[in-house]
Every structure is written in structure tokens, then in C-alpha cells.
């Protein structure tokens, strides 16, 4: 705070502090009092003005910020004293930062150094602005400024990291690279290099192109003595012969590694790489996914002989037993892990001896069978064996396994990790109802015996043996998925409900809630359960894929709202702010985070979630004012007429996109927010796997992206193309309405028919097919939300191409109306009717529906007698009109289409019956099969336990729940997605009614 309170622009400390404690303090209104009473005495001082814009900025006034940053702006301008003061300039950077006007601040700075070329702080305030402007030239350009003023070492390292980036982002880069190898063998030449990190930005140019022995010379030279950690050094000098094709070598040193650190599993890693010849780790390192890493050591079948490889087996094999004979802890997982691994790529050789892995797969479960990680450390192993043997390395370790009446930890432990070692194998999802049935009470029993043990846990600890509820959870909707019985699914929900009021901390159990209850339509409550996960910083990008896509499928717009603008200010804020990173990088030394912090940057910029997100919300806006054309047409101002999206639109096909989502989180039964098991019929799937989901979802997504983009430009040029035309119809017989937009328009509608995988003509065809009775909605697949859209936007041209538009007219209220009155019919009216039976419905009120109701609106708007036009054309003449006859009868079609649907939900809003119907789909009479044991055991083994067992935190948490106020919270929650939706309705019928009105009128 030193900083701030010294002279700046000539004003004294004691006037400037008042000001900074009122920011700190967040007292905004009392910090601009204090400025301005300080404009008053000087005015001409930019430095008030720069704080004056800072707090406006903070008060969350953004123009009236701008344009004091503007006037300060002027003030340095013109008196060069001024530009001195890097305290004014910074504040301005940072306000223009926050204000996502870079360019402002980059451009006083550029004057500055303009005007003070050898000015040392203001060039690196300079380069601050090129980093946060990700102008990479421009930023080694000015290090190589100030490297030349001041001749140090870090401001060429500047310049080179800014080379690195270069290299990386743009083309050029041999020529580049050779440049950065010039400038650091200069300096080396005349003054050496001082710093670790140096040497290891001279290393990494040297390696990116290609020169390994070059780089070895250094690194085992007299500037290799600046890494003092021998490990790191080492670790260097192996990858750096491995890259060279060096093998042997390579491998000697990586073992000199494992001598000193026995527990390095990625080192062990490198060290059979080398010493098969493998690339098990070279060729894989720079495309892994560090979001969706691979569960196994990705390598090819090794070149070498038979002989060779069986000779370089068994070397490997005798360093690891050493190692093993060597150390002092005997249970270090790494050396257990390598003699797995080194069985494993003998299967792969085809050399693999069954018993041998079953053998070590026994000797680590006896070590470390009780820890949680177990099952994913041994994943990739079990896949080489076959099914029979996965089936005997079951039976081994239930031999060796203590019994479960046993209570302790690790017995516990043992118990789960069998279990989650069943899901593995695929053995627990091939055994019949009973039987799955018979394990799930089972477990249920098992975690009730164990209840003691966390007893005296914090109870924001996790508590011993949490994951066996997810399991059970996980075979309860397997057994509902096979019977169709809501039971097992109402069970599971109870279950989760029941495991939070005792751990409410376990995240799983919320992960698992929120996707049932979003299965089952109860929006408000996945929802409540999202907001309980606590998601902070970068985990609202890898989480927020749990609940956003149903909630945009959902008629909660406000809850949609809220969830859209948080996460987008989230991501705006982080990528605003994380060029400080790599400044704070740059100024600290930590030149290999420079490179780091902008790719990680690249990856949220180019996130998936990020795009749909900021697509969406424009669209979600046009929903929510549809049911008015004024209030529409202001949210189109304010999205620029759908422009920016339509450019939007044209660089997603070539835009590199990431996928952040952690799939590892969602449940087997959701492995994408685009695939549910649960909505189709049951299928044998042994094994979920999840790699690779984001490359199989990566073409779908940007077809689907593309299309959603041109929405509001299409809306804003239906509107305002049948606006004209109806005046024009009205007041000049055949005249047509302005070409520019009709001819804008339809290139948009032939490229939403590509996406749509049809030609224009085409899709005109089917939509109209669709519509007369000659094709049925299957036609349209998947995206018939999309068609509908296609067939309104085009009635919409046709009306202002003086096409057939009666005949689009016809099509578009056929469409609706016969979609929506056999939607409705088909609905059911239970408690347990999925969401999916809705959805569609939802949608196609929400969106093509509202599009029509607002193209109606404009056309009804338009025709409306006034002024001249009521002198030129007469009210019969109008209602005699064929177009007026139009207008009437699809208004009217979408009149009884909306009140048809508003009174079927209207008398299926009542709760009657449906809390008894949740209730009773658990009662099983007494008999040993179907839904509600699990959850009975749940509730009697508590209830026989006093508080001396189970402790007085559990025994409270306990006591709080209520079975009827769960089920209860369901009923509640398909409410209110009900209620909503109703709501939604009833805003578009009485606009309906008013355009009868309007057009009873003319």
C-alpha cells in the first residue's frame, strides 16, 4: 500500500489516503465525496481522475467510468510531467482491465514510451499491457528493449518466454526458436546465466528443436550446476536421451533415479519405457489430456525381439525385486505397482502368464487392499485378463478377505474395495434381480455394522465407508433399469436423502441425487442439490456440466438465469484476470508457469460449456420476453440483431474447442449430458467405459452450437421482414419488402438446413410432408425442436419473398397444433413419469411456438389501421384480405392449441395421491423381493442403535430425518417444473387473446 499513498500526479499522501481507505473499506459513496471534493481544488490532476474512474468502475457504473478515463486520458496527453507517474497509469490499466478496454490502457502506455523512451517502469508497464493483451511480437520486442537499457538477465528471459509463445501460437517458429538460441548463447558468451529457471528455458528452446545433444552438453556443463536438486537434474538428462534415441543410456539414468527415490512411479515408468523401446512415454507425453487423462500407461507393442525382450523383462523385474529387498519401508505402493506393470506388458507382448498377474494382483491387495484407490490403481490391470480369470482373482481375494462381522477399519476397507472390484469386472451387472437384490442388502447391512466406526469423526469428515450407499444407489437404479419398477428408484433417492442427513458433506451422494431427480423432472431440487456442491473457481467449469444442460431443457428460466450468469461471470472475471498470472510469472522468475498460465487461458477460452453458455443466455432472454414484441425487439438491440452470434456462428466450424467436463464424476448410467441408459431398454453393458466421450461428442456439438447461433439474427430478420411487408401488402398492392433482408434471410435458412444434414428445397419438403400427413415427426429425428424453427423462420421469408405463404401459414399452425394436441394426449400423469416425456413439449412451446406467436404479433402490429393508411384503405377492404384471413385463423389455431394444453395441465397440477403413490411403491408386504429392503434395513438397524454406539452427531442427524418429507420434496419439485411451465403458457394465451382482439379491430 506504500505505493499508493506517495506522490502521485503531485498530490500530497494525506489526500490520497482517505480515498484508499474508502475503497478498501468498500464505502464507495464516501470515496467519490472525497474525490470530488479534491477535483475541486485540482482539477487538472489526472491521478484523482484515474481514481475517480477506478470507483465509478466499482459502484458497477461502466460508461460513466469509460468516460472518465477518457478525460484523464487527455489530461496526460497534454502535459508530458504527467506521464511520469506510473502510479496514475496503472490505476487507469486497471480499471480499463476490469472495463475489457485493454487497448485504452496499452495506448497512454505506448505514448508514454513514446515520449520517455529509457524509462525503465514504464516499459515494463508497457509489457504488462502486451501480456494482458496476449500481444506476443510486441512483448518481446520490448523486453529486448529493456534488456538493451538494462542489461538484465530476467528481461531476456522475457524476451525469449514471449519467443516460446510465439513458437506456439503463430507460424514461424524454427526461425523464431533459432532466434531465441542466438540471443541466450550471447548473453551465455559475455555474461553467463544465473538462474535455474534460465537454464531451463535454455534447455527447452534447445529441445523444441530437436537438438538433444546439444542440450545434454549444457545440462551436464558448468551451467547444469545451477539445478542443485540431483533428482531434477537427472530426471532431464533421461528424457533428454530418450529423445535422442539414446535407450540404454537413458534407461541407466532413470534407474539411478529409482535408487534414490524407489517410490517414483512415473520414474519406473520412463525407465521400462527406455528399456523396452516402447515410447510408452515420449511419443504420448505432449497429447495427453490433462483434463481426461488416460487410465493406463499408453505405449506400443515393444520392437524388440523375443529373446531381447524376455532378457530386458527379467532385468527390469530383478531391479524392482532389489529395490523391493532394499528399502526400508515395505510398503511403498510404487514397487508393488511396477511388478504389475511389468506383468501387464508382458500380456502385452504375448508373453503374459495369467497366474503370475493374478499372483501380484494378490500380493498388492494384501498391502493395500483396504485403501479407496485401490480398484482405480489395479483397473488397467484387470482389463488384460480374461473373464474367467477375472472371475477366479474374485474368488481368491473373498477367500483372504476378513469376514464382515468383523468392525474395523481396514476390514471395512477390504469389504469395499471387493465390492467396487465386482462393478470392475462386470461380474455384479451379469447376475439376475435377486441375486443383485440380495448384494445390495447385503451392503446395506455392512455399512450399518460399520455406523460405529465414524462415531467420533468431525462431521465434515468423510465418514468410514461412505461409497457403499453410492453402490448401492448405483445397483438400485441398475435393478429399476432392468424392471421398469420407479420403486427402486424412489428407493435410491431415499437412500442418498438419508446418507446426507448423517454425511452431508459426501459430494457423490449429491452428484447421484441430482441426476435422479433431474431423471424424474424434479428440476428445483437437483438444482438445490447443484448449489450445495459449493463449486468454486475452476470447478464451475469441470462441474457446471451436472446440471446445466437439463436446466436448459427445463421452463426454470430464472433459476436458468442465475446459473448462466454466474458461470459466465466466473469464466469473463478468470479470463480477464489470469494475464496477471503470467505477469506475477514473468516478475517472480517462474518462467516454465509463463507458458503454462496462457495455455491454460487458450483452454478456457476455447471451452465448449463456455460457448454454449454465452449462446444460450441470449437466447434464454428471447424466451423470457417473448410473449411481447416490444420488450423482444429491446433484448435484440441489445444483442446487436443476433449479429455477433451469426459471426459466432461462422467461426465454430474452424474454432479448436475443449471439453472440461469431468465425466469421471457423472454416473454410469449418464456418462454425457447427451446419454442416458435410462431412456432406452435395457442393454448388457458389463463395463462403463468413459475415455474418449469428448472426441465422440465434439462433431454433434459443433453442428448443434452452429445452428443454435443463428437464432436470433433469423428472429430479428423474420420480424422485421413480415413488419414491411405487411404495410407494404396493405398500402401497395404487390410491392415487396426490402431485398437486402428477405435475401439475408434466406441464406440464413439454407445454412440451418445444412446443419440440419438437408438442402433447402429439401427441408421444405419434409416440414411441409410432415405437416400434410404424408410423413410422420419420426422424419425429423432427433432436432425436431430444430425443424419447427425451420418451418417458422420460413413462413416468415415466404410472407416477405412473395412466396406461397398461405400454404406456409398452414404448415406452421398444422405443425404446432398437431405436435402439441398429441404431445399433451400422450402424456402421463403419474408421479414417476420421466422428464423426457416433457421435455420435447417444453421446448416446442418455448421456443418455435413463441418465434410464431412473435412473427404474429409483428404482423398484426403492422396491419393495424393508422394515420394515412386508414384513409387509403378501408377496415372492410383489410378484413377481407386474404393475408388478414391468414393471420386470423393461425392466431385463432394458436389460441385453442394453448388453451387445449393449459387445461391439461391446469387439472394434472393437483397433488392428490401422488405422495401415498411414493410411499407405496416401496411397501413390499413383507416379501423378500422388491424395492424398499435396502432402505428398511437402513431405518431398523438405526433405530436399534443408542447414541453410546453411534455417537451423538449421527444419533441428532438421525433423528431429523423424515421419510414423508423426502418424498414430499419430489412431489413439491415436479410442482413447481409444472407450475413454471404453466406459467409460461398462460403469458403466451393472453398475448394470443390480445391479437384476437387486435385483429377484431381492422
Known sequence: ?????????????????????????????????????????????????????????????????????????????????????????????????????????????????????????????????????????????????????????????????????????????????????????????????????????????????????????????????????????????????????????????????????????????????????????????????????????????????????????SNASAVVQKLQEDSQNKLLRGLFFANLEIERRKHMHGKGNDEKLLGALTDYWVRFGHLACFASDVEMFIEVLAPDKKTELLENLKKITPSASIITTKALGQSMTLLRLQVLCGNMFHRSDSELEHCAVQMAEIYCKNLPLSKDLDPQESMHGEEILSLICNLLVELFWRTQNFGYIIEAILVLEWGLTIGRYAYHYKILLLHLYSYLGAFPMAYEWYKCLDVKNILVETATHHILPQMLVSPLWVDLSNLLKDYLKFMDDHLRESAEHSFLAYRHRNYSKVVEFVQFKERLQNSSQYLVAKVEESILRLKQHAHSIEEEETVLENLKSGIRLVELSNEIPSKPLTFNEDFQSRPWWTPTSEKNYLLGPHEEISYRARENLSQDLEAGFRRNIERRSLLPCMLYLSVQSVSTSIKENFEISGSLSDPKISTELKNLLERYAKMLGSTFENAVDLVTGVSDGLSSYKDFGTNLVEWFNFAVFLNAWNLSSGGCWSRTWHTVDSLLEKYILEGVASLESTIFTPYENMRTLVQVVSEPLAWHGLILQACVRSSLPSGKRKKKTGSAELSSSPLYLALRDSTQSLCSTLEAMLKWLIVNQSDDGKLEAILSSMQNDGNNDGPGQVFQILETSMSSMDSTELGHWITGAFKCWNTVEVARKLVTGKHVVLNEFIKNCESKFKSVQKLKQQLSQI
Open 1 to 313: 500500500m506504500a505505493s499508493k499513498f506517495g506522490l502521485a500526479g503531485g498530490l500530497p499522501e494525506r489526500r490520497v489516503r482517505p480515498i484508499w481507505d474508502a475503497i478498501d473499506s468498500r464505502q464507495y459513496k464516501n470515496a467519490l465525496k472525497v474525490i470530488t471534493t479534491l477535483l475541486a481544488k485540482y482539477p487538472n490532476a489526472p491521478y484523482v481522475l484515474a481514481l475517480k474512474a477506478l470507483v465509478l468502475e466499482r459502484m458497477g457504473k461502466p460508461e460513466e467510468a469509460l468516460s472518465v478515463c477518457l478525460s484523464a486520458k487527455e489530461l496526460l496527453f497534454s502535459n508530458d510531467s504527467f506521464l511520469t507517474d506510473d502510479l496514475t497509469l496503472s490505476t487507469l490499466q486497471s480499471v480499463c482491465q476490469r472495463l475489457d478496454h485493454m487497448d485504452f490502457a496499452t495506448s497512454c502506455y505506448e505514448y508514454a514510451c513514446g515520449k520517455f523512451p529509457n524509462h525503465l517502469d514504464l516499459m515494463m508497464g508497457l509489457f504488462n499491457c502486451y501480456v494482458r493483451e496476449n500481444l506476443f511480437v510486441k512483448q518481446q520486442q520490448t523486453a529486448i528493449k529493456m534488456y538493451k537499457l538494462a542489461g538484465e538477465e530476467r528481461f531476456l528471459l522475457w524476451a525469449v518466454c514471449s519467443i516460446q509463445l510465439q513458437v506456439h501460437y503463430s507460424d514461424g517458429g524454427e526461425k523464431l526458436l533459432l532466434l531465441a538460441e542466438g540471443l541466450l548463447k550471447k548473453h551465455i558468451a559475455s555474461h553467463s546465466l544465473h538462474e535455474p529457471e534460465a537454464i531451463m528455458v535454455y534447455i527447452s528452446i534447445l529441445e523444441q528443436q530437436a537438438k538433444y545433444g546439444d542440450a545434454l552438453e549444457v545440462l551436464t556443463g558448468k551451467l547444469g550446476s545451477l539445478l542443485t536438486v540431483e533428482v531434477d537434474r537427472l530426471r532431464i538428462q533421461g528424457r533428454l536421451l530418450a529423445r535422442a534415441g539414446d535407450f540404454a543410456d537413458a534407461a541407466n539414468i532413470f534407474q539411478k533415479i529409482l535408487e534414490l527415490r524407489p517410490d517414483d512411479w512415473e520414474c519406473f515408468l520412463h525407465y521400462l519405457g527406455c528399456l523396452l523401446e516402447d515410447d510408452s512415454y515420449w511419443c504420448t507425453e505432449e497429447n495427453v489430456d490433462p483434463i481426461h487423462p488416460p487410465k493406463k500407461v499408453l505405449c506400443k507393442i515393444s520392437p524388440l525381439s523375443d529373446e531381447l525382450f524376455d532378457s530386458r523383462i
